[in-house]
T-cell receptor, first 116, second 118 residues
Framework: AQKITQTQPGMFVQEKEAVTLDCTYDTSDQSYGLFWYKQPSSGEMIFLIYQGSYDEQNATEGRYSLNFQKARKSANLVISASQLGDSAMYFCAMREGLQGAQKLVFGQGTRLTINP | GAVVSQHPSRVICKSGTSVKIECRSLDFQATTMFWYRQFPKKSLMLMATSNEGSKATYEQGVEKDKFLINHASLTLSTLTVTSAHPEDSSFYIC??????????????FGPGTRLLVL
């Protein structure tokens, strides 16, 4: 069964608009971590934001925020005031367990294109 | 933020040769490093988990004799693709997880290595 699901293979957004990238997850663990990474065409994976399953508040990092809805098992990434440089692949990932060296499981990604 | 380097960034080799890729955590100690493979337009596929001072844990379907991993120190892990063949051509990317603080929660990725086997 797919543990991380990103249902939007591609999205096109006008510059300066806000954009929401969807991510749902499946786990029976009580402790887990959720991540979003950005991968531009250069290939590097850039860490954007992290949300722990016990965090009561939604994580925010500058223009990025994570809309964490635990009961619905969703962890959508919201980018406010999009910029041309935001065009890239975006991956949602989950780490099961908060301790130790559990591996990350990635979704299939969403290709975001920002139009001028 | 935490910095992970990877070397080389790009390598072209002949079929049958071995290629070594290095992954270094530059400003933090990494007890665990991970090696991923990514095909064009696809997601990252975990190949193995590398723990300092112990044997790597390989994912199902990954040949450990083909992809040798060594994690000799808290800042360096290496992946050696032995007797490379054209089907091994791919983008290989490593990540490192720190021991405490923000780096302890998060995996930070290297810039990746594009391998082309002729």
């Amino acid at each position: 069964a797919q543990k991380i699901t990103q249902t939007q293979p591609g999205m096109f957004v006008q510059e300066k608009e806000a954009v929401t990238l969807d991510c749902t997850y499946d786990t029976s663990d009580q402790s887990y971590g959720l991540f979003w990474y950005k991968q531009p065409s250069s290939g590097e994976m850039i860490f954007l934001i992290y949300q722990g399953s016990y965090d009561e508040q939604n994580a925010t990092e500058g223009r990025y925020s994570l809309n964490f809805q635990k009961a619905r098992k969703s962890a959508n990434l919201v980018i406010s005031a999009s910029q041309l440089g935001d065009s890239a692949m975006y991956f949602c990932a989950m780490r099961e367990g908060l301790q130790g060296a559990q591996k990350l499981v990635f979704g299939q990604g969403t290709r975001l294109t920002i139009n001028p | 933020g935490a910095v992970v380097s990877q070397h080389p960034s790009r390598v072209i080799c002949k079929s049958g040769t071995s290629v070594k890729i290095e992954c270094r955590s530059l400003d933090f100690q990494a007890t665990t490093m991970f090696w991923y493979r990514q095909f064009p337009k696809k997601s990252l596929m975990l190949m193995a988990t590398s723990n300092e001072g112990s044997k790597a844990t390989y994912e199902q379907g990954v040949e450990k004799d083909k992809f040798l991993i060594n994690h000799a120190s808290l800042t360096l892990s290496t992946l050696t693709v032995t007797s490379a063949h054209p089907e091994d051509s791919s983008f290989y990317i490593c990540s490192a997880r720190g021991t405490r603080g923000r780096a302890g929660e998060t995996q930070y990725f290297g810039p990746g290595t594009r391998l082309l086997v002729l």
